[in-house]
C-alpha cells in the first residue's frame, strides 16, 4: 500500500497563490500516474490534476485549467500542485493519490494509495 503525505495547505485571499505538496512512500515507484483531488463541505471528493510518471503528461478539470500547475520529483516520490489565481470556489481540503493509468485517477477507481488527511485550503473573498 502507498502511504501518501499531503501538506502546503492555509489561508489566502481571493487572486493569491498556494503550493501544495505531496509525499508518497511505501512502494517502488515507476510508469504511474499521481493525481491531486480536492472535495469541499457537504460535497463528493473531485478529481483536480494528474500528471503521468514522466511528466510528460499532464491532465487538469477545466475548472482549474490555466490556474493550476502540477509538477513531480521523481527522485523524491513526490508531486506538487502550484495553485494561482485562487477564488472561493477552490476551497476545500486536497488530497493526492496514485494510480496507473490517467482514466484511474480521473474516475478514482483503482487508486493505489490509502488517502491521507489532506490539506485545507481556505480562499477568503
Known amino acids: 500500500q502507498v502511504q501518501l503525505v499531503e501538506s502546503g495547505g492555509g489561508l489566502v485571499q481571493a487572486g493569491g497563490s498556494l503550493r501544495l505538496s505531496c509525499a508518497a512512500s511505501g512502494r517502488t515507484f515507476s510508469n504511474y500516474v499521481m493525481g491531486w483531488f480536492r472535495q469541499a463541505p457537504g460535497k463528493e471528493r473531485e478529481f483536480v490534476a494528474a500528471i503521468s510518471w514522466s511528466g510528460a503528461s499532464t491532465r487538469y478539470t477545466d475548472s482549474v485549467k490555466g490556474r493550476f500547475t502540477i509538477s513531480s520529483d521523481n527522485a523524491k516520490n513526490t508531486v506538487y500542485l502550484q495553485m494561482n489565481s485562487l477564488k472561493p470556489e477552490d476551497t476545500a481540503v486536497y488530497y493526492c493519490?496514485?494510480?496507473?493509468?490517467?482514466?484511474?485517477?480521473?474516475?478514482?477507481?483503482?487508486?493505489?494509495?490509502?488517502w491521507g488527511q489532506g490539506t485545507q485550503v481556505t480562499v477568503s473573498s
Open positions: 493519490n496514485v494510480g496507473w493509468t490517467h482514466g484511474s485517477i480521473a474516475t478514482m477507481r483503482g487508486l493505489l494509495g490509502s
